[in-house]
């Protein structure tokens, strides 16, 4: 018998006030738990609408352990499905993405069901005649994900019933895609490119507590940008023009005070950015011809207003993480309770110069590659993390970097940039989004 | 600058990397040289389409240097690599043109403390002669299962 399943309190009692319980971690059942709990209450990202371009698209995806599909119908709307055949379970694709033509074809018995799921097909159907058949839930076909959104070519969904709609559990936060998206100078993104995927070995809440953490990459990240700084130094001999890569690079080696100026926003329910008002990606350097298109397209005061957001990385909790100026998104799915499927995409800017994805591209290699020095540093510490909250010593994490007394929970705020309190307002949605649909038993805490 | 020199060139490359003699493996590279792995089958194009790596030596010197680094945390303990080769397919061997290729397959094996992870593919080597001795232009490694999601490769395949 576990400690957690069917007792809220013991699942409240696990984030208080500036700390949290190691079990968040590294317990097996607490995982379960996310997945059967807060994955579920959540609105989910499934992917990007250019990866169904055409009718018969289809990607695959997961919401918790649930396998969904998402598909291009014939009349250009998007489903999101359950991705299991209604009679025996069979899943109906099994690849990431592809166009399965008019129709899906289950691959055991051949029930076949149109592109928005509805069912097309069984053979020997005489065989259903007066069973009843048109009664049960298999006659409708795979079944629908009923609560779907379509932000600007965003798919998200959630599969439970209850809880926030999604405009109420995303708020102002969807600010940070709106800034993404109008970088296009024709206000469009495409994914074109598979994913670079990563598997980390430790629990996926390390991954996205890292992005909002400004204290850690001129630490942990001394070896690899701290060492690209140094060699460049040594071997630029007279160029003056610093590298793409540099400029990638460099910046992490950011002092303390830089982050603490750039400041964090955050947002209810569990989102929130860094770099408020400077980040990372602030000084790169121009790409010929880009501000003139977007001049062109929306003046100039805006086109300035738009490229002046230079946002950092924005959570959107509870599982991916969208960086503006370099267009990428991270995805980090959990599979254990000690292993992160990182899926890191890269959408290109319609209508922008090659460079500019040139530089996405790169950027994505440099730090969210397994064969990114930047992305080793970061990777060590989450594996040596869930090795060593095994100890007894103190079986409490510490998220109290400037915790004040009655700090308020779901609002918006700038705070300091070194500050822990977006990590505190993950888990106070964390706890919410966990018991949504947990049942209160007031006798269990015992 | 027969094929059998491309092929001992190759051989030599992969004894370099095993015996962690990074600097001397750094000098087998032209200074205009390329480290590629893609990311898609056959992939044609490094710079616009997703590569795991597409270094200049800049780039692969930073990477050398961080190995030994005292805070490359990554590498306490120190990674160790092992190559596998089979004999190198000499694809060209022009003295002319001054274009030498061969294409080679490959196991390789990664191992850091009690861990060990093996990867297969095939390393393209695009060789230019200079003062008889042969410089790497462009080396690619085509794993075979370029799309998995991957830990830590931490040293040179």
């Known amino acids: ?446 | 600058m027969n094929e059998k020199a491309i092929a001992d060139f190759v051989y030599e490359e992969a004894r370099l990397l095993d015996a962690m003699q990074w600097e001397g493996w750094l000098g087998l590279y032209h200074a205009e040289a390329r480290y590629w792995v893609p990311l898609e089958w056959q992939q044609q194009d490094p710079v616009l389409q997703p590569s795991l790596m597409y270094e200049d030596v800049l780039l692969l010197k930073v990477r050398v240097e961080r190995l030994s680094g005292e805070r490359t945390f990554s590498q306490k303990p120190k990674s160790r690599c092992h190559h596998l080769l089979q004999a190198p397919q000499i694809v060209e061997c022009n003295a002319e043109t001054g274009v030498f290729k061969a294409r080679t397959s490959f196991l390789y094996t990664e191992t850091r403390g009690d861990t060990l992870e093996r990867y297969s593919g095939w390393a393209s080597h695009e060789l230019i002669a200079i003062d008889g001795a042969f410089k790497i232009k462009l080396k690619r490694i085509d794993l075979i299962n370029f799309d998995a999601p991957f830990g830590n490769i931490q040293l040179f395949m």
């Open chain 1, 1 to 446: 018998m576990g400690a957690y399943r069917n007792n809220i309190d013991a699942v409240r009692a696990l984030v208080r006030d500036s700390e949290v319980h190691r079990d968040v971690y590294i317990d097996a059942e607490v995982f379960d738990l996310e997945m059967e709990h807060l994955f579920p209450n959540s609105w989910v990202y499934i992917g990007h609408a250019s990866q169904l371009a055409k009718p018969g698209d289809f990607i695959t995806a997961t919401i918790g352990r649930q396998p969904v599909l998402a598909t291009r119908h014939s009349d250009g709307s998007v489903h999101v499905l359950f991705n299991r055949c209604p009679h025996k379970g069979v899943k109906i694709a099994s690849e990431a993405c592809g166009n399965t033509g008019k129709f899906f074809r289950c691959p055991y018995h051949a029930w076949s069901f149109k592109t928005d799921g509805s069912l097309l097909a069984i053979p020997l159907k005489k065989g259903y005649e007066s069973t009843g058949f048109e009664e049960s839930p298999a006659s409708i076909g795979l079944t629908p994900v009923k609560h779907v959104k379509i932000y600007r070519d965003f798919i998200f969904a959630k599969l439970n019933d209850g809880g926030l709609s999604f405009e109420d559990y995303f708020g102002e936060s969807l600010s940070t895609i709106d800034n993404m998206v109008d970088r296009s100078p024709e206000g469009k993104l495409v994914v074109q490119a598979a994913p670079i995927r990563y598997m980390h070995t430790c629990n996926w809440k390390m991954l996205v507590e890292n992005q909002t953490d400004t204290c850690h990459p001129m630490v942990a990240h001394e070896s690899s940008a701290g060492t690209a700084v140094k060699v460049w130094t040594r071997e630029k001999g007279d160029s003056t023009d610093t590298p793409m890569a540099v400029q990638l690079y460099a910046p992490f080696m950011s002092p303390y005070e830089f982050y603490e100026k750039s400041g964090i926003r955050i947002w209810p329910n569990g989102h929130g950015h860094t770099g408020v008002s400077n980040s990372i990606h602030s000084d790169y350097s121009q790409i010929p011809g880009y501000f003139d298109k977007m001049v062109a397209t929306y003046g100039e005061a805006r086109a300035k207003e738009i490229l002046g957001e230079t946002r950092h990385n924005t959570i959107y909790f509870p599982n991916i993480m969208v960086k503006g100026p370099v267009q990428i998104l991270r995805h980090f799915i959990p599979i254990a309770v000690d292993k992160t499927l990182v899926e890191s995409w890269v959408f290109r800017l319609v209508g922008a110069p090659d460079m500019l994805y040139e530089r996405a591209l790169m950027y994505n290699r440099f730090i969210n590659a397994p064969t990114s020095i930047v992305g080793h540093d970061d990777l060590e510490m989450y594996e040596r993390a869930q090795e060593g909250l095994r100890s007894n010593g103190n079986q409490w994490v510490n998220l109290q970097r400037l915790y004040e007394d009655g700090e308020k929970s779901d609002v918006t705020e700038v705070i300091n940039g070194t500050s822990e309190r977006q990590m505190r307002n993950q888990f106070h949605a964390w706890v919410k989004f966990m018991t949504q649909d947990m049942t209160e038993r007031a006798e269990a805490a015992e």
